[in-house]
């Protein structure tokens, strides 16, 4: 059940009028059925999953609670089982794979085993917000929670269940008892994240993900400024499919009065990349800083220490958003780039000193988003193509160290989409960036909402923009929320 499906349409309101007209002792329940229901639609086996970890992660947590001086043992047996799981799931073909081609390089010939199952939908978000728990208990951040039904909502709540946000233990545990009461506030305070959420799946995303399916699927046919065009496309691509679902889910939560994170925060208006990954997944960026980042020292240690830790998160990072060698090296080239930035910190600052150019120059923040959009982008490459091979040829071509094998002659290719599809979505970006750039300075959903007819055009033209330019109906090839395969 996608939340662009006419099933959520239906689904989502059904489920607030039962949880207000409900009493209160069963609207923790209801939100379990629901939950489970909506995960249930994909694939109904791997309920049974999920429900494996969490109960994994309930036991070992009051086990550390009840037996302190064994906390240790019941932390790493909660890690190892759920990371186990995961591995099983997402890593074991990737990891035999590998093991197989490094036997084979050393004259060592070895048949990789292959496991023919299917990746579980949200498998590493729901995997790592229980892992976070359970940590959260072992320091005594919070108490170990007593009832299993409220333990088991807090790991499958719907609308942040397949695609986060990560939420942590103490933000969305103490709202499943909390009373929350019908508000219109709450309703039109979701709204708005929900119709900007389907705004920006819709009529972007999808439409984006045409060029870059096409060009991606076979870059050898593709010019070099196609290439480039592909890439910034596959850039708005997935931060408008990713913060759609994130937008998606706060306004869903919202309605039934619940508070989620904030997963973005204008991400492409970074003035470098350690800014972008405070932008960025922000509840997963958080998450490995202080359960890995943290532990393995930060930046409280030695240079040559802190640079590691910077490339081991990032790796981390990487192999969690796939099991292949273009997302460990997707990783490893934005760790690279902090390290590198870490360590040419003050050449910098001199040379901007020398310059007489203060940090506030709008010409220098100017630059800094444009550094910082290019190198994102070149990371970006590694994280789309099919293999590790595209990948290098697309980034040689682009830098003209191999020529290209695309027809001038065929140049004018729409790349899937035609002129006046490619003009919508370039404005459609364009009132993303306009609304990004805003955010940064304003709260704007805060000032919508406390007005009444702007608040009502603005969902107006969401609704319409959705209905006109949106991809659905006949022929229409629906995308997936990119992050689903997480």
């Known amino acids: ?55 994994i992660t309930y036991f070992c947590s009051r086990c550390i609670a009840q037996y302190p001086g064994r906390k240790k043992l019941w932390l790493a047996s909660s890690l190892v089982l759920n990371l186990a799981i995961l591995f099983f799931f997402k890593y074991f073909n990737f990891a035999a794979s590998l093991i197989t081609d490094i036997l084979n390089a050393a004259n060592l010939q070895v048949t990789a085993p292959s496991l023919d199952v299917l990746l579980p939908v949200g498998i590493s978000f729901y995997t790592f917000q229980a892992l976070g728990y359970t940590i959260d208990v072992y320091r005594g951040d919070i108490a170990a929670e007593k009832s299993f039904p409220t333990y088991a909502l807090f790991v499958s709540f719907f609308p942040q269940l397949v695609a986060g946000p990560i939420e942590r233990s103490r933000n ?5 008892r909390e009373v929350h009461r019908f508000s219109w506030e709450n309703i039109k305070a979701g709204l708005l994240p929900f119709f900007w959420g ?5 009529v972007i995303a999808d439409e984006l993900a045409v060029i870059v399916n096409t060009v991606y699927a076979a870059p050898e046919n593709f010019l070099p400024y196609q290439l480039v065009a592909a ?30 994170m904030r997963n973005f925060n204008s991400p492409y208006f970074a003035t470098s990349v350690q800014d972008f990954w405070r932008r960025w997944h922000i509840s997963l960026s958080t998450w490995f800083r202080d359960y890995l980042y943290f532990p393995l020292g930060g930046s409280r240690c030695s240079k040559a220490r802190h640079c590691l830790n910077l490339l081991i998160v990032f790796a981390v990072s990487g192999l969690w958003h796939g099991a292949a060698l273009t997302f460990v090296i997707w990783g490893l080239l934005n760790g690279l780039y902090q390290v590198i930035s870490l360590l040419t910190a003050p050449a910098r600052k001199k040379i901007q000193q020398a310059l007489h150019v203060q940090d506030g120059n709008p010409l220098l923040t100017i630059f800094r988003y444009a550094i910082t959009f290019a190198l994102i982008c070149i990371a970006w490459v590694f994280f789309r193509a099919e293999s590790l091979g595209d990948a290098t040829y697309i980034l040689n071509v682009v830098a003209g160290l191999i020529p290209s094998a695309g027809d001038l002659g065929q140049a004018h290719l729409s790349m899937g989409l035609d002129a006046a599809n490619k003009i919508m979505v370039i404005v459609a970006m364009l009132v993303l960036l306009a609304v990004d750039y805003l ?3 304003h709260n704007l959903a805060e000032k919508i909402n406390n007005t009444i007819i702007p608040r009502y055009v603005i969902y107006f033209l969401l609704l319409a923009a959705i209905f006109i330019f949106g991809s659905y109906g006949v022929g229409y090839d629906p995308q997936d929320f990119v992050y689903f395969q997480f």
């Open 1 to 55: 059940m996608n939340f662009n499906s006419l099933q959520y349409y239906l689904f989502l309101p059904a489920v607030i009028l039962l949880y207000y007209i409900l009493p209160v002792k069963l609207r923790n329940p209801l939100l379990l059925i629901a939950s489970y229901f909506f995960y249930m639609c994909w694939q109904p086996t791997y309920a049974l999953l999920m429900l494996t970890s969490t109960a």
């Open 172 to 176: 969305l545990l103490p709202q499943f």
């Open 198 to 202: 389907l705004f920006k799946k819709s």
């Open 231 to 260: 890439t910034i496309a596959f850039a708005f691509q997935i931060y408008c499919d990713f913060s759609a679902y994130s937008d998606i889910a706060r306004g869903s939560a919202i309605m039934l009065g619940f508070r989620l």
């Open 439 to 441: 955010g940064l300075r």
